[in-house]
């Protein structure tokens, strides 16, 4: 069942990127509230060791083992986020086409399902509407997210372009949204779209006790769908 069939009018929905390991139990959380979430992967860069710097913190950028990923994923969904991570608008279409089908084949056969989702990779401005239309003339990618956040629920008509509506640790706002969400009687779809990277909830010990404040909010209400990117915009 998907959003449209589920005879409901509000969806939410989880877009998180990278594939570190902390998603494990970051989707154990997601499965403990019911919800659902897409998963944006870089095929070529999986079961790779790094670090980051943020907040003036060291934090673990593990990536998952390839041969993980079906496990790991098992009940939410596995879209393309490059091989490699480039930012995209520089390149040539034929690196733009390269970098996007077949990070969607790697990861199509990794989890035995045609994947057909995808979030663009690389911050700032990580999109624009030429690499959009060469990815739905060349590739089998059927959306694709930004990291443009619009702060409301519309429903969005380029869904190559896609814009989620906040930031997960971006408390103040996600809290506010989520009791306006909660309210609405709405007579036209509405979807809420959080995103994030679940190596972000190192940063500080109180992220991840905010944001399951913000799950315990959101979960669980009859007039809501709850599923993945592809469950609700497709």
Do not use: W
């Amino acid at each position: 069942m998907n959003f449209k069939d589920s005879g409901k009018l509000k969806a939410i929905t989880f877009s998180y990127d990278d594939a570190v390991t902390q998603d494990i139990e970051f989707i154990e959380l997601l499965n403990k509230y019911n919800l659902k979430g897409t998963f944006n992967i870089n095929s070529e860069l999986l079961g790779k060791k790094g670090m980051l710097i943020r907040e003036n913190k060291r934090i673990a950028h593990y990536k998952v083992h390839p041969d993980d990923v079906k496990g790991v994923y098992e009940g939410h969904e596995v879209a393309v986020h490059t091989l490699t991570h480039p930012h995209l608008p520089p390149l040539e279409d034929a690196e733009v086409i390269r970098q996007v089908e077949q990070d969607r084949l790697n990861l199509s056969e990794l989890v035995g399902y045609e994947v057909v989702g995808m979030a663009y990779p690389g911050g700032g401005v990580n999109n624009d509407d030429r690499v959009a239309q060469i990815i739905k003339n060349n590739t089998g990618v059927k959306y694709s997210r930004t990291i443009t956040f619009t702060h409301d629920f519309n429903a969005q008509e380029n869904l190559y372009r896609y814009n989620p509506t906040v930031y997960h640790l971006d408390f103040d706002v996600l809290m506010d949204l989520g009791h306006k969400f909660i309210d609405l009687n709405p007579d036209t779809p509405q979807i809420f779209c959080i995103m994030g990277h679940s190596y972000e909830f190192d940063y500080r010990s109180d992220c991840r006790v905010k944001f399951e404040e913000f799950l315990k909010l959101i979960s669980n209400k009859e007039d809501i769908f709850y599923g993945t990117n592809k469950e609700i915009l497709l």
